[in-house]
Nanobody, 130 residues
């Protein structure tokens, strides 16, 4: 059974940091690129960033570039989203998703409404507030 389980969300003050984890099972993570997405209350899903399955290449949306990083530990079947310099507008449910195709994952980050990922997690809430 394929599972992606996000954790690490919570309440943080503006300017603070959080690290989200995406623990995977039921498929070979080495073969999949992972994307992170978020949905703020009352808004459409937004692509955050992604990491390839091969050389660790990453791609980020302009809204988080320079503040967020993504890493992966295939031995632990886990992908991480490190979020620094958090802003109130980063408040959202954060989801990880897997795709066998990195080009498709980048497309999904750019157009979350128009592209499909193979597997999705259930999300973790991040709230940035003072």
């Amino acid at each position: 059974q394929v599972q992606l389980v996000e954790s690490g969300g919570g309440l943080v003050q503006p300017g603070g940091s959080l690290r989200l984890s995406c623990a995977t099972s039921g498929f070979t993570l080495d073969h999949y690129s992972i994307g992170w997405f978020r949905r703020a209350p009352g808004k459409e899903r937004e692509g955050v960033g992604c990491i390839s399955s091969t050389d660790g290449s990453t791609y980020f949306a302009d809204s988080v570039k320079g503040r967020f990083t993504i890493s992966r530990d295939n031995a632990k079947n886990t992908v991480y989203l490190q979020m620094n310099s958090l802003k109130p507008e980063d408040t959202a449910d954060y989801y990880c998703a897997a795709s066998i195709n990195f080009v498709n994952t980048i497309a999904a980050i750019k157009d979350p409404q128009g592209s499909a990922m193979d597997y999705w997690g259930t999300g973790t809430l991040v709230a940035v507030s003072s």
